[in-house]
């Protein structure tokens, strides 16, 4: 298996997936190296201590000062999954109706390529950009193990294993919809809006009544929104989050199948 | 499907029975029954939103006809397209290439995709049309990247081309060659599908036209025999002025007379003509015989919503 697209869509991604990557790396860097600065800091940790619906707006499920707390609230639970679903959203969104969009696509549909091989390798593409950027950015947290963050190994490992579920399973979104639609703004949007959803819901179920038995039917919850971070990513959870990803690529396959090009 | 090379199988290189392609309650093509015979250069010709594109989409498997069939080298358009591909070279009509390729990269990849053991044939190519292979796609000019097209299409040297407005961008040098390059195609026995708007173009290359309108295909015939049955002007000079309604016969549609000068628009045989004409002393006949051009618009003048496919 050659995985002609696979190679194609990667190597036309990869100077912008480099700079992408060492950005979110810094990013994670700078956090990491800043928490002996908060670390004793009481009136940071009163915010969130005080206020449990201030705590769950910023993702946070105990003190934001402890190691946990402070890679929570300034990564796993937020920026970390956004800046992966920036990129596996708007890969998503681009690699089937955005290449329709602008005529490119025609000449690889036109090519002896099964339309079916053509979607399950740009989902691998999707893949892999997002197993960089997250195992780079981790790498980068784990610098933090030198300025005092001292979380569990295989946790925060397991936090980083949900982040990237959760990018791949939104990337998806974006795939299917684009695959349906052929309208790159439509799966964007789409995509954009579930993942805004999913976030809402697994972090203000804690505190909205009403939202609990929601939370179920969110990503964010099953990838980083289940106290993942201080203990780990339970194989139920990968379960769930991989069995999503299953059913979208074999969703993708039977929407491009269906597909009218341009 | 065995993945046997299609060309060992007899019948036409391109067969559409009903083949029908609605958008939103608009027919882009309707009914369209169409056969391109094995080896030669078939002209599809038709203006702007006349379906010549969405057929197109319709034989490459890109998009799904609403109804009819279409079958290619003999193979079923969506079953076989796997096989069909790899068999087909295809220019579209809007090009888009990935801009920051280079030349070679391109097609290197393309070539790659397609299990070709070289580039040996698109090189060749890219000498005969003056392209340099080291350029970035996003630097070349529209008819460079036209060019590029033409090697995509040409570079395994398919047994069916696809091709949709091929000369757009080319400078006349260029047309010249590539006009060229589809004879010595059709010389080797491969077949030509050749869309285009351009008539002049069609007429110098095809060996049979088709022309579409609305969806429809209007008529289909080779060159000769739709010029035969198109109407010819026929300027002849006489000794005196003459008298115009004697010129009142079968086949004579249109006569204007100046002074001695009369110019008729005659379709069919010109017997009837002449024997009128010689009753009157003519000193000279000149004939100018129906260029594609006006016989395109004759046939768009004439033909109502309700003509079917020849």
Not at chain 1, 141 to 151: K, L, P, S
Not at chain 2, 228 to 251: C, L, W
Request: glycine fraction near 8%; proline fraction near 5%; charge should be negative.
């Amino acid at each position: 298996m050659r995985l002609e697209v696979f190679r194609l869509d990667l190597g036309m991604r990869r100077r912008l997936l480099a700079v992408y990557t060492l950005g979110m790396a810094l990013y994670a860097l700078i956090i990491v190296a800043l928490y002996p600065t908060f670390e004793h800091s009481t009136g940071l940790d009163n915010l969130t201590k005080n206020s449990p619906t201030m705590a769950a707006l910023f993702g946070a499920s105990g003190s934001i000062t402890s190691p946990a707390g402070w890679l929570e609230v300034n990564l796993y639970a937020n920026f970390f999954p956004l800046l992966v679903l920036l990129a596996t959203i708007g890969y998503g969104a681009s690699s089937l109706a955005g290449q329709d969009e602008d005529g490119t696509l025609a000449m690889v549909t036109t090519l002896p390529i099964r339309r079916r091989r053509i979607t399950v390798e740009k989902s691998l593409a999707m893949a892999a950009q997002a197993v960089v950027i997250v195992s780079v950015s981790t790498a980068f947290i784990a610098i933090g193990y030198t300025f005092d963050i001292t979380v569990g190994v295989a946790d925060m490992l397991g936090a980083s294993v949900g982040v990237l579920l959760l990018g791949i399973d939104l990337g998806l979104v974006a795939l299917v919809v684009g695959a349906a639609t052929g309208r790159r703004g439509i799966a964007l949007g789409a995509a954009s809006a579930l993942g805004a959803i999913s976030y809402l819901v697994s972090s203000l179920a804690p505190v909205v009544h009403w939202m609990r038995p929601m939370r179920f039917a969110s990503l964010f919850y099953w990838s980083v929104g289940n106290n993942q971070l201080t203990m780990g990513i339970s194989p139920s959870e990968v379960a769930v989050l991989v069995g999503v990803a299953l059913v979208l690529v074999a969703l993708s396959v039977l929407a491009f199948e269906r597909l009218d090009l341009h | 499907m065995p993945d046997t090379p299609p060309t060992t199988q007899p019948g036409p290189a391109i067969e559409t029975s009903g083949l029908t392609k609605v958008f939103g309650g608009t027919h882009a093509v309707r009914d369209l029954d169409l056969r391109v015979e094995a080896g030669e250069i078939f002209g599809f010709l038709g203006p702007n939103g006349a379906g010549k594109t969405t057929t197109i989409r319709l034989l490459l498997d890109l998009q799904h006809p609403t109804a009819g069939t279409a079958r290619l080298l003999g193979l079923d358009a969506h079953g076989d397209c796997l096989v069909i591909h790899r068999h087909v070279g295809y220019l579209p009509g809007e090009l888009s290439l990935i801009g920051r390729m280079r030349v070679r990269d391109q097609l290197d990849w393309v070539a790659r995709a397609r299990n070709l053991p070289d580039t040996r044939h698109a090189r060749d190519l890219a000498e005969r049309f003056d392209l340099d292979l080291n350029r970035r796609i996003e630097e070349l000019s529209k008819g460079n990247r036209q060019k590029v097209g033409i090697l995509l299409a040409f570079m395994h040297e398919p047994e069916l081309l696809i091709l949709d407005e091929p000369t757009s961008g080319l400078d006349p040098l260029m047309k010249d060659r590539f006009e060229q390059l589809l004879r010595e195609t059709a010389a080797s026995g491969r077949t030509v599908f050749l869309s285009s708007h351009e008539l002049d173009e069609v007429q110098r290359v095809a060996d049979r036209v088709g022309l579409i309108k609305e969806g429809r295909l209007v008529r289909a015939d080779v060159v000769e025999n739709l010029r035969a049955k198109a109407p010819r002007t026929v300027e002849i000079s006489f000794q005196d002025p003459v008298d115009p309604s004697v010129f009142a016969i079968d086949g004579v549609h249109k006569v204007t007379a100046t002074g001695a000068l009369v110019t008729l628009e005659v379709s069919g045989p010109i017997g009837p003509l002449l024997q009128v004409a010689a009753q009157l002393h003519p000193i000279d006949l000149v004939t100018h015989e129906a260029s594609l051009d006006q016989l395109f618009l004759e046939f768009y003048r004439d033909s109502g919503s309700d003509d079917h496919a020849s």
